[in-house]
């Protein structure tokens, strides 16, 4: 693969792993984001296109990224969400 793309990849993934962890943190989400995340709700909508085992280990992947957790930039309990986010498969 060119060098080139392959940094532009691995620059995206750490992005969406940002973006997933920032979707993820209770604490201050912000004017567009009042709700807390519903991991039930996640949970259901994921069985119900069989995509359980997909989102589940797309947010742990997120939550033990270095870069993504570098990227977000902010203060995370990252084991506590590791555990909220086991709930989705359960």
């Given at each position: 693969?060119?060098?080139?793309?392959?940094?532009?990849?691995?620059?995206?993934?750490?992005?969406?792993?940002?973006?997933?962890?920032?979707?993820l943190d209770p604490k201050d989400r912000g004017a567009v984001l009042r709700d807390?995340?519903?991991?039930?709700?996640?949970?259901?909508?994921a069985s119900e296109f069989d995509l359980t085992d997909l989102v589940a280990d797309?947010?742990?992947?997120?939550?033990?990224?270095?870069?993504?957790?570098?990227?977000?930039?902010?203060?995370?309990?990252?084991?506590?969400?590791?555990?909220?986010?086991?709930?989705?498969?359960?």
């Amino acid at each position: 693969m060119n060098p080139d793309r392959l940094a532009w990849m691995r620059g995206k993934v750490a992005k969406d792993g940002s973006d997933i962890i920032a979707l993820l943190d209770p604490k201050d989400r912000g004017a567009v984001l009042r709700d807390a995340m519903d991991y039930a709700q996640v949970g259901d909508l994921a069985s119900e296109f069989d995509l359980t085992d997909l989102v589940a280990d797309a947010f742990q992947d997120a939550l033990k990224d270095k870069g993504s957790l570098s990227l977000y930039g902010r203060s995370v309990d990252v084991q506590l969400l590791l555990e909220r986010v086991a709930r989705i498969g359960g």
